[in-house]
């Protein structure tokens, strides 16, 4: 089984595919104060501040936040060069997302 990083970055390669992920500070931004994210995803290698904005943001909105791969790896996995963060905008993968970094697998939660 893979790795709890890797799976978690896995979905969110899936996720951009499928155009259920926004990346970047002002895309991620911009939509966490619409209101249209499910999880928000920051490096753990992330600047200071980012992370300071992202988490305040996130708190107000009351969106979750999963720190998880380096830039390097989380820009890899969603086809860009380094990505310090990213958010869902699928409730289903975020979950599954979160479940993986929790559990290291897929199962989604029973309600």
Not at 17 to 25: D, K, Y
Not at 44 to 52: E, F, H, N, P
Request: glycine share 10%; net charge positive.
């Amino acid at each position: 089984m893979a790795d709890r990083v890797t799976a978690v970055l896995g979905l969110a390669g899936l996720a951009r595919r499928g155009g259920n992920l926004v990346v970047g500070r002002d895309a991620v931004r911009e939509a966490v104060r619409h209101r249209s994210v499910s999880l928000v995803v920051l490096a753990t290698d992330a600047g200071a501040a980012l992370v300071r904005e992202m988490e305040r943001l996130a708190m107000e909105a009351q969106v979750p936040v999963l720190r998880i791969g380096t830039r390097d790896r989380l820009g890899k996995a969603v086809g860009k060069a380094r990505v310090a963060v990213s958010a869902f905008t699928d409730a289903g993968l975020a979950e599954a997302a979160q479940t993986a970094a929790e559990n290291q697998s897929f199962v989604r939660r029973q309600v």
